[in-house]
């Protein structure tokens, strides 16, 4: 499982990975028809806010918000646990652990491969967006953008950590499935996924800045709709990074630590 | 008769196997109690800024999340298991041995597994009844109650009927493993009472997928404003959606060609 042999595979796993999700694409639309709940969120705050503002935001101020958190759902949304807990429970795995390419890589670049198909979806959403609220909803800052990308990326791999730390726990525990729950739990409310973080009180946000849920989701989206100046964007940044470290260093211990205790079955 | 006793006999076996695994009990009514927080916290933060949406007060709206608590009990207690179970065998082509079975075939699949730990959500429900009336200052008077009972019954045949619609999707898409999240998707709207949406989405809510009838008219039921009209909408909402739903599961199930086909 050398480094070499990854980066020589990485393209074909894409490939196989790409293949797969338009092979499964009902399987895909479903996942993303189930993503929508941004989108009642945007129904429900533009009447909220039909008799004036909430704190900074007005109806086009919500719609951009909430088309974005659609947008960064689509591009940072993992299900590399259930696959995870699935082959663990069954005993799959082993066929993994044979191939010469580190399955955390595997699953990774599965969710990479979905990539494309998303985009599919999202970018008339974006499209929308700006045609429906203008380009005042948005930032016009070219470093913000540049941010942005910077905090997607991150977003992603906080939740693909997540996503294998839990998938790990399924080597110590049978019911990690819950433990999954109780996460989305925390992450529905805390990310900005249902709510502005800025909307809750400000003690709650001082607390929620410092947890991982918000750089999931409402970083990559606050930065879309410019709400930060360049110096408390780089700040969040940070401990944007610092999370994407702590799951990087979370996962990688629980894998070693799990995989000894994994046992396949009929193999 | 017969379906009674069959019915007694499947609860009987789901409750053995939940007395097997007796430290999930204890965790999944942890975490049922846990997901009540985010369908109260975006509503505790809207009526911080705004002490009114629409006709609704917080309290008024706590009704609406006390029935979305206690369906979303009705929900992971007596239909996702079966859902999960349902959406397996069809998939494996295990299912000819329900289907070889004397005895309705729909009937078999609705009661296949039940989670009774879920019955949390019941007593979590009538807390946050409980706690919209203190805030409201008052309580309902039996009437009320009665006609909320009724307007319930309605909400569940609506949500079974949904259900029986989702399953049906299974026999058409083979890998849908996450049928149960896009099902979860289109109820979690119905935390929200649905006058408060715009009018486009509020008929969608209400005729196409009816969750108005789910939750918002019982709590308007329990609140003693809900027009007599309404109700009977509701009931008969209640029968057309469970006619659609069976009409679709005959026609699927006919569709079927188990694994080997």
Known sequence: MSLRSTVTAFPTLLRVGFMDAVAYRAELLVWMLATTMPLVMLALFTTVAADGPIGRYGQPQFIAYFLATFIVRQLTGSWAFYEMNFEVRSGTLAMRLLRPVHPLWAYAAENLAALPMRLLVSLPVAAVALVWVGRQATTHDPVMWGLFAVSVLGAWLITLFVNFAVGCLSFFVESSMKLMDTWLVFFFVLSGYLIPVDLFPHGVRAVVDWLPFRYQIGLPVELMTGAHGTAHALGLLGRQWMWVAIGLGTTSVLWRSGLRRFAAYGG | MRYARLLLMQVRASMLLALQYRADFLLDGFVEIFWMV????????????????????????????????????????????????VVDHIRKGTLDFVLLKPADAQFLVSTARFQPWQCVNVF???????????????????????????????????????????????????????????????F??????????????????????????????????????????????????????????????????ARYTSAGG
């Open chain 2, 38 to 85: 985010p369908a109260i916290v975006p509503l505790a933060v809207v009526f911080r800024v705004r002490p009114h949406l629409g006709e609704w007060s917080f309290g008024e709206a706590l009704m609406v999340v006390g029935w979305f608590t206690f369906l979303q009990g009705v929900l992971e207690g007596v239909i996702n298991p079966s859902l999960v179970t």
């Open chain 2, 124 to 186: 979590t429900a009538v807390g946050i009844f409980v706690w919209g009336f203190v805030v409201l200052g008052r309580g309902p008077t039996p009437a009320d109650i009665g006609v909320a009972t009724v307007a319930m019954l309605a909400a569940v045949v609506a949500l079974y009927s949904l259900w029986i619609l989702t399953v049906s999707a299974a026999f058409y898409v083979v890998r849908i493993d996450n049928l149960s999240q896009l099902f979860n998707a289109i």
């Open chain 2, 188 to 253: 979690d709207a119905a935390r929200w009472p649905v006058s408060v949406f715009p009018r486009v989405v509020r008929l969608l809510f209400t005729f196409v997928i009816p969750l108005a009838l789910m939750t918002t008219y019982p709590a308007r039921a329990l609140l003693g404003t809900l027009p007599w009209a309404t109700l009977a909408g509701a009931l008969g909402g209640g029968i057309i959606a469970f006619t659609v739903a069976r009409i679709v599961w005959k026609a699927s199930i």
